[in-house]
């Protein structure tokens, strides 16, 4: 779809990395649709994940007793947050819809791209009571989580050891996306890249292509507890 | 319980913060006990949250290609990671009850800590396939997750738009602890502490220390999808 705006968010050490690869063939595949595709490489960029009161510049609110939520809600207000912090949301206000993509840890998404959700998505710019869920301040935005497991997709399967691979994504996709309005496209998820055979790995490369060619046509999901724990 | 070693993984930028007194209430409670009480205050420390290369010392397994889950096993078991992880790691294994201090932010913990357990819980030292799950590593251990919420405690109930504060849970105590062969406590909550009264806040302090004083005796729940999605 031509002249749709498309931030990859993505953390990954290795260019080399399978989702090195993922990243990559998101950005042709989707440039050669005519979207305008952006990058924020948050290991390249050596984002800064922790949430501290260098994230405001000048003065605070309350200056007594150091409220995070409350001093970038103020700051974002004056146009005081960080310069770093402005950047990101900047791209998130031009995109239509925002891809992670990351190997999973523990369960969700690595510290960085956690640092990424913590200090970009403050009150005021993605949500502001009671402007959250379906009427959040990044609604008709479109969101995907897209990412590599260690486990084998039998070890996320409902009644495995792992549980339903559903159950993790209710922070990541209700708490977080959901919660600013974005709506949530199905994850696009790729089980034990590492354990599988070179042409597997390939069939995965592909596959990720080939969603991609057709991405703007999906519905998003529904995103409830139904979707997740039933 | 005189003589057991204690935890506390604490991550709040401001020692004045209810985030604050929980910590320094559960120093105070169970050093009265004879415990031993550890804190690592993650903001105070700076502690590096993004796993990078920095975390092994020499030459890598293989440069090639960074692998940071390869590399920090390898590096493990050459006694190579870096000088914060290994003392991060000698406070886990003296310690018989890990207790993580924090505000919820976006339905998890914050990057910081996230980072700790990115960066901690290498293979090898807190799992090595296929000592996971109940024959994790760290199994004889006790761990609780003790937060404040932003929302109230009827936000997070079963049918209401948060969802049921255990769906949540369920990363952080099974697929973290759980999978490292730490029993859970129940954690503690105290749901949005920012909007109650003064003399709200001072009950829920107390409850804390109540709590504290018969903690040794608790028995871990039953960390299995029943105990978060039923």
């Known amino acids: 779809m031509a002249g749709r705006k498309v931030l990859i968010v993505y953390a990954h050490q290795e260019p080399r990395s399978f989702n090195g690869s993922l990243k990559r063939i998101a950005v042709e595949e989707l440039s050669k649709q005519g979207c305008s595709v952006t990058v924020s490489d948050l290991y390249a960029m050596q984002f800064e994940p922790r949430a501290t009161r260098n994230d405001v510049v000048g003065c605070l609110h309350n200056s007594e007793e150091f409220n995070y939520g409350l001093e970038t809600w103020e700051a974002y207000k004056r146009g005081d947050l960080s310069n770093d912090v402005i950047e990101e949301q900047k791209k998130v ?111 995965m490369l592909i596959a990720w292509a080939q969603r991609l060619k057709t991405l703007w046509k999906e519905e998003p999901i529904n995103c409830s507890p139904e979707w997740y724990f039933q």
């Not at 690595?110 to 502001?128: C, N, S, Y």
């Not at 922070?171 to 977080?176: E, V, Y």
């Open 93 to 203: 206000e031009e995109a239509d819809l925002l891809i992670f993509q990351f190997p999973l840890y523990w369960f969700s998404m690595p510290a960085i791209m956690k640092g990424w959700m913590d200090r970009v998505l403050v009150q005021g710019f993605a949500h502001e009571f009671p402007n959250c869920y379906d009427s959040g301040l990044l609604k008709n935005k479109l969101a995907m989580f897209s990412f590599t497991t260690g486990g084998s997709e039998e070890m996320y399967a409902k009644g495995s050891i792992n549980g339903d691979i559903r159950y993790l994504l209710w922070p990541m996709q209700h708490g977080i996306m959901h919660f600013c309005g974005v709506k949530v496209l199905a994850p696009h998820i790729c089980f034990a890249p590492e354990y599988v055979s070179e042409e597997k790995r390939k069939e």
